[in-house]
């Protein structure tokens, strides 16, 4: 069975610019949740879809964004990157029940 | 207060030794989370567990609901147990699923 892909792996953008991150999820896996990792912050929840619909949103402006399609695979955009938007984006997929809940390996960003 | 809170934040063991990491939390919640980050690496659901105790291999978690407190202990210690140890919670209430709040972190180093 294979596991939540997230691509890219690394990327480096320039200040400015904008991005968008992509989460396959665990086949059978409606449920896709986004994180950002930083050294200062540590793990902080984003949002959270499911079927399509955002049902969870953490305290991230907005120039983060996200989608989920019929798929249920997701996609997170930042726009206006800052450099302090460097960090390590993780996703983590779930069926009807937690006990499944499956963290990709991630996608280091790079704002310089 | 953070909602999660980890102890100790840095540990040191020799190889073969008894390590124990504990999490307290404020919230009600539905699971809780152990999780395990090398260095430079993806994160990897070790636990979930919303009551009593798991074993995997040298790895035993165990949680009490009513003092809200969890403990991961890793018997026999190696060299590659050396990583982050990240507890975390899913709050209770169905207006917070999918969404994982996470304590700061444990950094273990095992010296052979």
């Known amino acids: 069975k294979a596991g939540v892909t997230q691509t890219p792996r690394y990327l480096i953008k320039t200040r400015g610019q904008q991005v968008t991150l992509s989460c396959s999820p665990i086949s059978g896996h409606r449920s896709v949740s986004w994180y950002q990792q930083t050294p200062g912050q540590g793990l902080q929840f984003l949002f959270e879809?499911?079927?399509?619909?955002?049902?969870n949103k953490g305290n991230f402006p907005g120039r983060f964004s996200g989608r989920q399609f019929s798929n249920s695979r997701s996609e997170m955009n930042v726009s206006t990157l800052e450099l302090g938007d460097s960090a390590l984006y993780l996703c983590a997929s779930s069926g009807e029940s937690i006990y499944g809940y499956t963290f990709g390996s991630g996608t280091r960003l790079t704002v310089v | 207060k953070n909602e999660v809170e980890q102890s100790p934040q840095n540990l040191t063991a020799q190889e073969g030794e008894f390590i124990t990491i504990n999490c307290s939390y404020s919230v009600g919640i539905s699971a809780l989370h152990w999780l395990q980050q090398h260095p430079g690496g993806g994160i990897v659901s070790l636990f979930m567990l919303s009551s009593g105790k798991k074993k995997h291999g040298r790895l035993i978690a165990t949680i009490n609901i009513q003092e809200k407190h969890s403990s991961l202990h890793i018997t026999a210690s190696h060299p590659r147990d050396s990583a982050v140890y990240i507890c975390a919670v899913f709050p209770a209430g169905g207006t917070s699923y999918g969404k994982l709040t996470f304590g700061q972190g444990t950094i273990l180093t095992v010296h052979p």
């Open positions: 879809y499911f079927s399509e619909t955002q049902r």
